[in-house]
């Protein structure tokens, strides 16, 4: 199963946009991506309205060498769970298209075992 493809057209080729409505370390944030960094980080919602992005509805955004908060000047390798409850990779910037693996990696096994 890949990404939605739907979320994947809401980010521009240009690589700006924003995670709207993302849960971070410290609350609900919307997150400015600018050319494969993390170039802001505003209270959910103080984002511009028109601003290309996607909505996360609540969904997590934490890093992917799990050191720390995201912030802003941090490289764009995030791990991003969408509004549907996957969580997906997304290096320098570009969501990539998330196999079972990827979901077992950061989610657990689907049968809710220890491992």
């Known amino acids: 199963m890949n990404a939605p493809t739907c979320c994947l057209a809401r980010i521009p080729a240009n690589g700006k946009f924003w995670l709207k409505n993302a849960r971070v370390h410290d609350g609900f944030r919307d997150i400015r991506i600018e050319n494969g960094r993390v170039r802001a980080l505003v209270a959910a919602g103080e984002s511009p309205c028109c601003a290309p992005g996607l909505d996360l509805e609540g969904g997590e955004v934490r890093r992917m060498d799990g050191d720390g908060p995201v912030a802003a000047g941090d490289s764009a390798d995030l791990w991003v769970t ?28 689907a049968d809710g075992s220890d491992r």
């Open 82 to 109: 969408l509004c549907g409850g996957r969580t997906v990779p997304m290096r320098a910037g570009r969501l990539e298209s998330g196999g079972p693996q990827d979901v077992a990696a950061t989610n657990g096994p």
